[in-house]
């Protein structure tokens, strides 16, 4: 399909679309937490695993996904995907309990694990021209924060009105719509049946993480020391099974010397570092503000829609001029900015609500920069025949970002929390567990229930604000790497590499 061919933007919806729902359901069920809670009886470990099950899922099997679109082609591995992600949506919707509800989660995430590889792809072999594709890069980009920050308001909307299954049903027309123009529009590029994929190494890198997540439940628990140490030995064992792996394959999953690439690697990490600023900000602000203050389930996602709406404007910007303002600029820049946004963020959260707000629109500014040019970063640095894998490694850091600030983040508030809370004399354990269980145990107390109230809103807003400033010094961290690795990209320089040769990919390819 040639880039003067106007069939091409109508695609890029098509793609989108898909993509919108991907990362929708990333976050839709970060105002539904209360509710799951109370309608399936979900414990506050069940709630983790329904979150973390589709992002851990999905990060075990995109770099295999991408490789299969290699292999298979990228139409078809994309349809495929939608008609799983469809299924499992009806399934999720009608799952009369939590277990199954984390099963529906993970069928979701293998529907979209196949997507998400093809939407990137197809989008690199849809446009030839270099400035297109940087601004569909930066929509698509703008899109995946879009969808995230959607999830809590959409979740919000149908809460309000529905039960709780009603936030998957609503895939299933996008998921229709989005098959039938994929059948329209998408050009049928020749599959490469050389390409393997190799089912090994995804089992272990969903291992790897699965029990990199445990771990970080367990010991920041500090209730079962051994079973958290036992699964960082499997989480490492894992990890070096899959390096070692990778490194005897002839087409692995992830080709390490990819990473030789400092551009490539930066928008490896702004879409990692982006994405867990917003999936913990979303996540602990959405609790904190329905627990503590009542919001119900739309305001709360109004709240964190903010930042959203504010990197629209940035996303577009950094993706259209990104050839004059080069990528030292967009992605250090937006990440240092993300830092400052979330100190705000912490300060303004003490002053009063408009000062937060303040904090969310800087953080959406920043995020905005940084991700409107990771996939020019990461596509444009890889050669044009490991486009699935390529795009594969860019959604890993997707879900990892994710994954990372659910479980990191989550258990982090819930053990800062139980560790500043001090309840009075007599009341029962249990409170100091969660800010949920405290409420259920001061209900119907008199005057003994307000302190119990008074005592676990405090020591939950305590801990909402060092996860806020945990926050600001990953991404300050982000921002110094990013501008180490990008001190050759500043103003006015290439920020891709074309030349390929005969696609040994040597160290020499990859001097910028």
Known sequence: MSSKNPLRWWLLLVVSSGLLLITLDNSILYTALPTLAQDLGASQSELLWII????????????????????????????????????????????PS????????????????????????????????QREQNLAYA???????????????????????????????????VVAAAFVGTLILAPRVEPDPSKTWDFVSSAQAMVMLAG????????????????????VAVSVIAAILFVRRQKRLTYPLLDFSVFKNPALMSG????????????????????????????????????????????IPLS??????????????????????????????????????????????????????????????ILG????ERAGMAGAVEEVSYELGSLLAVALLGSLTAALYSFGASFPEGTPAAASDSIIAAWSIAEGRGEDGQEIFAEAARAFDQAYVMVL???????????????VLLRDYGVGSSSTIHDWGDGDWGDEEWES
């Open 469 to 483: 400033y945990v926050i600001a010094g990953v991404l300050a961290i982000g921002a110094l790497v990013t501008a």
């Open 212 to 231: 990199f997540v445990v771990a970080i439940k367990e010991l920041t628990q500090a209730k079962n020391i051994e079973f958290g140490l036992a699964a």
């Open 381 to 384: 640095n890889a050669p044009i």
């Open 268 to 311: 490896v990490l702004a879409a990692a570092f982006a994405l867990f600023a917003i999936a913990g900000i979303q996540l602990t602000t959405t609790q904190r503000f329905q627990i503590v203050e009542g919001f119900t389930p739309i305001q709360a996602g109004y709240l964190v829609s903010i930042i959203a709406i504010s990197c």
């Open 52 to 95: 973390n099950a589709y992002p851990l899922v999905m990060a075990g099997l995109l770099l295999g996904a991408g490789t299969l679109g290699d292999r298979v082609g990228h139409r078809r591995i994309f349809l495929i995907g939608l008609a799983v992600f469809g299924t499992a949506s009806t399934l999720a919707a009608f799952s």
């Open 139 to 173: 929509i698509w980009g703008m899109l995946a924060i879009v969808g995230s920050a959607l999830g809590p308001i959409i979740g919000g909307l149908l809460l309000g009105h529905f039960w709780w299954g009603s936030v998957f049903l609503i895939n299933i027309p």
């Open 316 to 377: 577009l910007i950094g993706g259209a001029y990104l050839h004059r303002i080069g990528l030292r600029i967009l992605i250090t820049g937006g990440l240092a900015t993300c830092s400052v946004a979330a100190v705000i963020t912490a300060i303004g959260f003490g002053i009063g609500l408009p000062w937060l707000i303040c904090g969310l629109v800087i953080m959406g500014f920043g995020v905005g920069a940084a991700l409107s040019v990771a996939s020019t970063a």
């Open 98 to 129: 939590p277990e199954i509800l984390i099963s529906a989660r993970g069928l979701l995430a293998v529907g979209a694990a196949m997507m998400m590889p093809a939407t990137l792809a197809l989008i690199r072999v849809t446009f030839d021209d």
